[in-house]
């Protein structure tokens, strides 16, 4: 639906990758800037609403076991208190950032601790949320605290006009890769021919006026994916250039809010991209920007020998990470590609991946543990376990269901069974196939590792 | 370049302009149109056929409860008793009847813990000591009534275990529940006279509150959690948890390898859990097929092109039914005398509550989950 721009101008950060020199291109700090205050404001309301919701609560403390990322398992979640204290150093370090008080500091704090709650539990993922300890990850490193902060006022010297492009292109980068892979990720049959999950979604809501009456049709749900799936595919290109980015602005804007009313539960995610896009826009724009906020002295236009640009250290190390950074962004989310079978199905190398509202799946699992020496048979009660959520997910992913049944094992040991076999019959449904098991159910998932290679206990996935 | 933009750009304004409308337009719903589906004639008819009529015959239902409470009290005869444990049965079916939509005024109530208390779907059932599922909690009854000092309206397990039906279980249909009454009669009669009010209360509030909580129900088309058709179609799935948690799977011994608990099935000393079952599942269906008005939710779903998943779920209920009605009362017995029969019921519940909480939740975007949470 998208045509290519025939002058399309490749961008300073595609240019990078070519040209070191331009790299360090100096250009406006303003971008920065401003997407520090914006991102730091987002993610305070963003962390006061998760407070306020009191899923502090039902999803760090709550929970009798959490699902731990592989090599993470030391990570652990304090009681209610520690939680909701970490929270608030996190709250609060987002308020320095966007005050640029203690910048460097603020973003370090910020970083580990928004980092380390998402660490606590596989089953809260969420690939927004992935996105922002990226970009906390990548701020740390930005001299973002550089003009228009109170660190600033309090040492005056520290202040810079200008920065080196690369600064500013790397976030770009990060979106370009957020937005590209998501609209690659929606190039499949179910997607593209079949218009699921949205022919799903969409006939729930019909109570929506005037649009409403409209979702039940087929050809509604197609053009949403069509129109999905180009959008994701090109607006970073729209973004990049200068004469369409206002226009593709706009649809950013549009779209965006389309999704959060569409699509069920999707969050934040919405609202993170619509700020994030912001750095798309050129000093210039950012300049006028800035200059509607009060105390904000604009920059002359024109280069002066006053401008002062900040300058790394040692800037072949940074070129070296950023090349390793951007070679790791590429590759993770196409590692799914060493594995056999259906992603949606098996999930093996589906997260981190920018794969977002891809797929309607849901799921009911049951489990049976036997200790074969005693000739014990027990069925297990998921929700003596596991929190409403965290057995929801675990339902239709298969390494959460091989955590679950080592942990099911062990607590049946606790128990006084000798040898606990844990057997689990996993009925899924996948973008509206009627529901059918997910995994070999006369394998004892207790004796089977944890790997990153193919789970062979998950049964192949057949196309209706 | 902006002439090979605009299309798209229309587009996208059109239909955004749409969206736009609906956030500030207010939330009436359209004519529906193509093989569209009236869910405000759905929840209109849950609304007025299944619910309200349903509340109103429950209140009558525990006032009669209530009057022959107080005939029993002041004359504790055999025949007095007989007469009471009609009318409780009468009045624990009638539950049955409309626990499926444990919902709005009913979840405000907190009826369902407070009248029929199941113990919570979090509780193991390994150890026979502990409360848990539909247990009489006989030593708190008794203690309360020494005491003469408890607080019925408290929100906790205790106190849950407390009153309801598994206390009128006890207080009037337990072991020498008529003998009992001479020691601390006073005490005990009080008691009695309190849960029997208190249930009555709950039923009066709620019945009371759908009169003016119907035009929210029927007005809220959404599916999102805690929209009524994401409470009913909830509810369906959470009510067969429970038919094979603390119902049957468990007393049966699903979790304890086979060890039975008998004494923690449903109405114990009334000794109709089995009929309960019965009711309780016969209703379902009945809101599932909406007693096949063309109103209900089989209908939403075959106007959603998924006809074969509401066939297949309308005959797995008529499945369960037929299992569940080949088990006699009482069905503390029943457990240990038909295990295959219970087995069999308890694998078609299974089968009946993956289709729920799977195919029927994915088919009309309902999230299967008590738990609102963010996501992407």
């Given amino acids: 639906m998208f045509p290519q721009p025939p002058a399309f101008k490749l961008h300073s950060w595609t240019m990078m990758a070519i040209n070191r020199y331009s790299l360090q291109k100096p250009v406006s700090i303003a971008p920065l800037i401003s997407f520090r205050i914006a991102f730091g404001l987002l993610m305070f309301f963003s962390l006061v609403r998760f407070w306020w919701r009191g899923w502090i609560d039902t999803v760090y403390v709550q929970p009798k076991f959490h699902f731990t990322y592989w090599g993470f398992e030391w990570v652990k979640p304090f009681g209610s208190t520690g939680m909701h204290v970490v929270v608030a150093i996190v709250v609060l370090s987002t308020l320095l950032i966007v005050l640029g008080l203690f910048y460097r500091m603020a973003t370090i704090v910020f970083f580990i601790g928004f980092t380390y709650l998402e660490l606590i539990d596989v089953t809260t993922y969420l690939n927004h949320y992935y996105f922002i300890s990226l970009v906390a990850f990548i701020m740390i490193w930005l001299p973002a605290g550089r003009n228009y902060a109170v660190d600033i006022c309090l040492n005056p010297a520290k202040k810079s006009t200008l920065v080196p492009v690369w600064t500013i292109g790397i976030i770009c980068f990060q979106l370009a890769v957020v937005y590209i892979f998501a609209g690659l990720a929606k190039l499949n049959a179910d997607w593209l021919l079949r218009a699921e999950p949205m022919r799903t979604w969409l006939p729930a809501k019909t109570h929506l006026p005037i649009v409403g009456q409209y979702l039940y049709q087929p050809w509604v749900a197609y053009l949403f994916s069509w129109f999905g799936a180009a959008y994701d595919l090109f607006i970073v290109f729209f973004m990049l250039n200068k004469k369409t980015r206002p226009v593709a602005y706009c649809f950013v804007i549009v779209f965006h809010i389309a999704t959060a009313i569409f699509f069920p539960g999707i969050g934040m995610f919405p609202y993170v991209m619509i700020v994030s896009s912001l750095i798309f826009f050129s000093g210039s724009f950012h300049e006028k920007l800035l200059s509607f906020f009060p105390f904000y002295k604009a920059q002359s236009k024109t280069r002066t020998s006053n401008e002062s640009i900040y300058q790394y250290a040692n800037q072949r190390i940074i070129n070296f990470l950023l090349v390793l950074y951007i070679f790791v962004q590429i590759m993770i989310p196409l590692r799914f590609l060493l594995y056999p079978d259906h992603l949606f199905w098996s999930e093996e190398g589906y997260r981190f991946s920018w794969r977002v509202m891809l797929m309607e799946k849901s799921g009911a699992a049951y489990f049976t543990v036997k200790d074969k020496s005693t000739h014990q048979s027990m069925e297990v009660n998921n929700a003596a376990f596991l929190t409403p959520l965290q057995e929801k997910m675990m339902s239709t992913q298969p390494d959460l269901i091989l955590k679950y049944a080592h942990l099911l094992a062990d607590a049946y040991k606790k128990r006084e069974m000798i040898n606990p076999e844990v057997y689990a019959e996993v009925y899924v449904v996948l973008n509206g196939d009627p529901s059918r098991l997910l995994i070999d159910s006369t394998v004892n998932l207790a004796a089977e590792p944890l790997s990153w290679k193919h789970y062979t206990w998950i049964l192949p996935y057949k196309k209706r | ?376």
């Avoid at chain 2, 999102?224 to 468990?250: E, T």
């Avoid at chain 2, 699903?254 to 309960?276: H, I, M, R, W």
């Avoid at chain 2, 694998?347 to 939740?361: F, W």
């Fill in chain 2, 1 to 376: 370049m902006r002439k090979k933009l605009l299309v798209p750009a229309m587009l996208i304004f059109a239909l955004s302009g749409g969206i736009f409308c609906s956030k500030s337009g207010n939330d009436s719903n359209g004519p529906v149109t193509g093989n569209g589906f009236d869910k405000t004639a759905m929840l209109t008819y849950y609304a007025d056929q299944l619910i309200i009529p349903g509340y109103a015959s429950l209140l009558e239902k525990a006032n009669n409860f209530q009057t022959l409470s107080n005939t029993f009290l002041a004359a504790r005869t055999p025949s007095n008793q007989q007469a009471l444990l009609e009318a409780y049965k009468q009045l624990h079916l009638q539950y049955t009847r409309i626990e499926g939509f444990n919902l709005g005024p009913a979840v405000v109530a907190a009826l369902e813990s407070y009248v029929n208390f199941n113990g919570g779907l979090d509780y193991s059932f390994a150890t026979s000591g502990e409360l848990t599922g539909f247990s009489i909690d006989s030593t708190t009854i008794e203690n309360n009534i020494t005491s003469g000092t408890y607080n019925l309206t408290l929100f906790v397990r205790s106190s849950f275990y407390a009153q309801g039906f598994s206390a009128v279980n006890y207080l009037f249909f337990g072991p020498n529940a008529i003998e009992k009454f001479a020691a601390n009669t006073t005490n005990r009669v009080k008691y009695a006279n309190d849960v029997v009010s208190r249930i009555k209360l709950l039923v009066d509030q709620i019945n009371a509150s759908w009169t003016s909580y119907r035009a929210n129900f029927i007005g809220n088309t959404k599916t999102d959690v805690g929209s009524p058709i994401g409470n009913i179609i909830n509810n369906m799935a959470y009510q067969l948890d429970v038919l094979k948690g603390p119902r049957i799977g468990w007393p049966f011994g699903k979790q304890s390898n086979n060890t039975a608990f008998p004494t923690k099935v449903e109405a114990y000393f009334a000794g109709n859990s089995a009929a309960l079952a019965q009711e309780n599942i016969r209703n379902l269906k009945k809101i599932f097929t909406a007693n096949d008005s063309g109103k209900g939710l089989y209908d939403y779903l075959k106007a959603l092109n998924k006809e074969t998943l509401a066939n297949q779920v309308k005959s797995q209920f008529d499945v369960v039914i037929a299992k569940l009605e080949a088990l006699p009362d009482p069905l503390s017995k029943t457990i240990s005398t038909e295990p295959q029969k219970v087995d069999e019921a308890y694998k078609e519940i299974q089968k009946l509550l993956t289709l729920i909480k799977t195919d029927v939740s994915s088919a009309t975007g309902v999230q299967i989950t008590f738990m609102d949470n963010d996501g992407d």
